[in-house]
RNA sequence: GGCGCCGUGGCGGAGUGGCUACGCAGCGGCCUGCAAAGCCGUCUACACCGGUUCGAUUCCGGUCGGCGCCUCCA
């Protein structure tokens, strides 16, 4: 396709939109952070994995060759502590909250992404990276843990926009004072085993297990190599997790371990007060991924995803959701009205504005507006085909709504045959009637030129 | 306190130096036996105070308010 426009993305180490720089053969790896498996999602972890889903998808239909990575943190101090809390061996809890990660972004009909590596099937590749680290001197071991050496990285600061001298690391703070850490700023690369902890791996500085930092360096770098287009993931975690993979790699490798690093804004909660605030685990507001889809259904969750910029955040509350839901439904009648076949050139600057939208730093917002006004010029149109809007439906995981719903029963056309013979007599209050017991069978009466007709109720 | 982001009509939420985003909801009308859908119209906003400009919601400065990160967090 000729005259398309650049894709340009927002880069939070530059602060600015950059341009989507594919390799020669039209490769573009992303890879975006997922879950730690020490528990089930909720809705916001869901929307990486939605976005980068979909920018796959949208990079797909501008013919590149995208692979997507999200990983699966599948050992951690949490995992540690939620299985120990359970009596149950970290493993069998991670692997359990695996299936169920897998099972529940399944439910959301946009496939896997590329490949999903396990931390712990990893290990080779981190013990390699923590190996060239230590040798390049950026790295240290103590008693069987192993410390990155923040001070060696003279970029350090430069995604997050951060001080390096006003930052506190967090982690592992309290072994400062016992003389392990040369500085209070370095984080934990490898640590030694500890009682109680039921995993662990054989490294050159004594048996233990990877930090949380530099499984995802290794994961990414393995199998997308150093310098790949697009690394994301929400926006908490630019500082410290992002902030220290690339300074990892940058140390280990002498190059940039991504070439754009995006991230989505928050999914939000209202909050009793009116007040909105980030759907986190540890503020005990979330709605599970499974519940909210039990409810809304995948349909309008992912319409609703779509309705705001990745970078903002996000409110997910009940009465916004159903707005999605109902918007979807009219782009969903008119559609089902319309057969397949290519659209009419009249249509096209409303499906050329739609990818353009999504060149434009992913701004799904906007390409709603396109779709919309492509609706409704259609609307006007005798029966134009509708591949245009197959295609931009598609980017979204959307087409199924264009397929056909169940049919009416025999029983449910002798009711409407019924009532199209008490509204000739005239009968209206039969006429209602009838039309009132096909809507318990859950079909709505619609009344059109051609005759009455039979859609699912919604 | 530091860094980043944001304050848009009833609600959600894009965007732009001058031209109605869009959606959902409401209201009036057309259509309809009544509805539904659709169509037309309507409510038509850009936190506040300064500055730049012929002109600012859009740029700059400040004020107030909100959010995120700075501790595990998508």
Redesign the pocket.
């Known amino acids: 396709m000729p005259d398309e426009p650049p894709i340009v993305i927002h880069d939070t180490a530059s ?1 600015e939109l950059r341009e989507l720089m594919a390799g020669d053969d039209g490769s573009v790896g992303i890879y975006a ?4 498996v020490y528990n089930r999602i909720h809705i ?2 869901a ?2 994995f939605v976005v980068f889903s979909w920018l796959k998808r949208f990079l797909d239909a501008r013919g590149l060759t995208p692979t997507l990575v999200v990983n699966v943190t599948d050992v951690n101090d ?1 995992i540690y502590a939620a299985a120990a809390q359970q009596g149950i061996p970290s493993t069998e809890l991670a692997e359990a909250m695996t299936a169920h990660y897998i099972a529940d972004t399944d439910a959301l009909g946009l496939g896997r992404p590329d490949h999903e590596p396990l931390a712990t099937e990893t290990i080779d590749g981190i013990i390699s990276l923590i190996a060239a680290l230590i040798e390049r001197g950026a790295a240290y071991a103590v008693d069987g843990d192993v410390y990155f050496r923040v001070r060696a990285d003279d970029r350090y600061g430069s995604l ?4 390096v001298e ?6 592992d703070d309290d072994l400062v004072g016992t003389g392990r850490k040369d500085d209070p700023l370095d984080f934990a690369l490898w640590k030694a085993q500890k009682d109680g902890e039921d995993t662990a791996w054989d490294a050159p500085w004594g048996r233990g297990r990877p930090g ?1 930092h530099i499984e995802c360096s290794a994961m990414a770098e393995e199998l997308l190599g150093v310098g790949f287009q697009i690394h994301g ?9 992002h902030e220290n993979e690339a300074a990892q790699t940058r140390c280990a490798r002498g190059a940039e371990l991504a070439q754009i690093w995006m991230h ?5 909660m209202r909050s009793a007060g009116g ?8 503020v005990g507001n979330v709605t599970l991924l499974p519940d909210a889809i039990a409810e809304h259904g995948r349909d309008a969750l992912l319409l609703f995803f779509a ?3 990745y970078r ?4 997910y ?1 009940r ?2 959701v ?3 839901a ?2 979807l439904a ?1 782009i969903a ?1 008119l559609g089902r009205s319309l057969a397949d076949g290519p659209s009419p050139e009249a249509l096209r600057p409303h499906r050329d504005a739609f990818f353009a939208a999504l060149a434009s ?1 992913f ?1 799904t ?2 390409a ?2 396109a779709l ?2 492509w609706v ?1 010029e259609a ?2 149109l005798d029966g134009p085909g509708r591949d245009d809007l197959v295609a931009m439906l598609s980017i979204f995981g959307l087409e199924n709504v264009l397929e056909a719903g169940a049919e009416p029963e025999a029983a449910d056309l002798e009711l409407l045959t019924a009532r199209e013979a008490a ?1 000739a007599a005239k009968d ?1 209050a039969e ?2 009637r009838l ?1 009132g017991a096909l809507a318990e069978r859950g079909w ?5 030129a051609d005759g009455a007709e039979l859609v699912p109720l919604r």
């Open positions: 602060g952070c997922g879950p730690t916001g972890n929307r990486p949490k997050s926009h951060r001080d006003q930052m506190s690391q967090g982690e949380w993931g929400g926006s908490d975690l630019v500082f410290p997790h989505n804004g928050m999914l939000e007040a909105s605030e980030k759907m986190a685990k540890s309705t705001g910029h903002q955040p996000l409110v509350a009465e916004t159903a707005a999605a109902a918007r009219r009648e730093d701004n917002a906007q709603l507006e919309a006004a409704r609307r006007a509204r209206w006429a209602d039309r709505q009466v619609r009344d059109g």
